[in-house]
């Protein structure tokens, strides 16, 4: 899936291609309930940068990436992913943010 975006955001390049394995978009329903269509618009409509998650237990390589963004229809949403060396993008999860990681989010996204 090729998702056009008129900005970049941190990644070096505005057209993504969005990897969902089955085990992951399996609990995006099932845990989650967020559709791969959803995370997509979330993509399209994301207003701020992708932040880095340092964590120390999250840490991965390449490193895993976060944003928050509404659907088309409103639906807020957490997207985490890494960027691959060829540039694309594998979705590792999306869900309703907390309050926390909204004002995270805000305060450093900007």
Known sequence: MYIHNNKTYGVGYSIMELE???KVRHKLAVKHGVEVHEIEQCFCNVEGIF????????????????????????KKLKVIFIVKE???IT?????????????IYNKYSK
């Open 20 to 22: 969902v394995s089955p």
């Open 91 to 103: 979705i590792k999860s999306a869900f309703t943010p907390n309050d926390n990681e909204i004002r």
């Open 51 to 74: 932040l880095k998650d340092t964590r120390e237990d999250h840490k991965t390589d390449p490193p895993s990436m976060w944003f928050i963004a509404e659907t088309d229809y409103g």
């Open 86 to 88: 060829d540039k694309s």
